[in-house]
């Protein structure tokens, strides 16, 4: 079994920016791809960035991109995500998910197995 644990959410003004960390316990993720995942009420969960077992290969969601930086420290067994110019479109609970099975990275929900609790982020206007 993997826990995954979620932190560094909280309150940001719009422009400004969050790291988010996961925290991985009970199997070593490194022979995991992972990734981040958000869901604002009423609506669906939705792919935000993944990125591969080593670290060299990352995908982030086209909404996104260009103000997120997807990373791990495998020895840490943490994954980090940092956002900037962050709007408040971009408030949502966010998710970390493993991904133990899968050869390539995707944005597919059901390829993860392990999911964390979600971490709020909330963005002022």
């Known amino acids: 079994q993997v826990q995954l644990v979620e932190s560094g959410g909280g309150l940001v003004q719009t422009g400004g920016s969050l790291r988010l960390s996961c925290a991985a316990s009970?199997?070593?993720?490194?022979?995991?791809?992972m990734g981040w995942f958000r869901q604002a009420p009423g609506k669906e969960r939705e792919f935000v960035a993944a990125?591969?077992?080593?670290?060299?290969?990352?995908y982030y969601a086209d909404s996104m991109k260009g103000r997120l930086t997807i990373s791990r420290d495998n020895a840490k067994n943490t994954m980090y995500l940092q956002m900037n110019s962050l709007n408040p479109e971009d408030t949502a609970v966010y998710y970390c998910?493993?991904?133990?099975?899968?050869?390539?990275?995707?944005?597919?929900?059901?390829?993860?197995?392990?999911w964390g609790q979600g971490t709020q982020v909330t963005v002022s206007s």
């Open positions: 998910a493993a991904d133990f099975g899968g050869k390539y990275l995707t944005t597919r929900d059901d390829a993860y197995d392990y």
């Open positions: 009970g199997r070593a993720v490194s022979t995991a791809a």
């Open positions: 990125i591969s077992r080593s670290g060299a290969n990352r």
